[in-house]
């Protein structure tokens, strides 16, 4: 299985792109995990978030089970998200893929498409920093699934 992580806009703060390398260095031993930056639109907020759409959509194609990280989806504790992960495992999902959506969040056909929402806290945090959480949290998954100490 290929899980990939939509983000939109480019990762800046230097802080921010040593945890995505720590982890990312981490997370190959258990899987295939790619990490694809789209542009973030111009103009208005229905123009912005219209542009920003359209790439996320390009970027994750049809045959995927889309996964929007939304401050309404279904909040899940470590152990559940693991468990997410191992259904997909279990039932042979060839490519998984995440979104972090931009300030404006996601348009209405980005939610039509999608097969899930999650929230990772009822806390709003920076997109950038979301970056790192859900790559952090994607890692201690696997090591729950191998059942290594990372998470006590």
Do not use: W
Not at 49 to 62: D, Q, V
Not at 81 to 92: E, G, R, T, V
Not at 111 to 131: C, D, E, G, W
Request: charged fraction near 30%; include cysteine; proline fraction near 1%.
């Amino acid at each position: 299985m290929t899980i990939t992580l939509i983000c939109t806009g480019k990762t800046s703060e230097k802080y921010i792109i040593e945890g995505i390398k720590l982890y990312l260095e981490r997370i190959k031993h258990y899987c295939k995990f790619e990490m694809i930056e789209i542009e973030s639109g111009n103009g208005n907020e229905i123009q912005i978030r219209k542009k920003e759409s359209e790439n996320i959509l390009k970027r994750a194609g049809e045959k995927v089970f889309l996964i929007l990280l939304d401050e309404k989806g279904k909040e899940l504790d470590s152990v559940g998200f693991s468990d997410l992960i191992k259904h997909h495992q279990n039932i042979s999902t060839r490519n998984l893929v995440f979104v972090i959506g931009g300030a404006y969040g996601f348009s209405e056909e980005v939610y039509k498409r999608a097969n899930l929402k999650i929230a990772l806290s009822k806390m709003t945090f920076p997109h950038q920093l979301v970056r790192v959480i859900f790559i952090e949290q994607l890692y201690r998954a696997m090591t729950i699934l191998k059942g290594e100490k990372y998470h006590h």
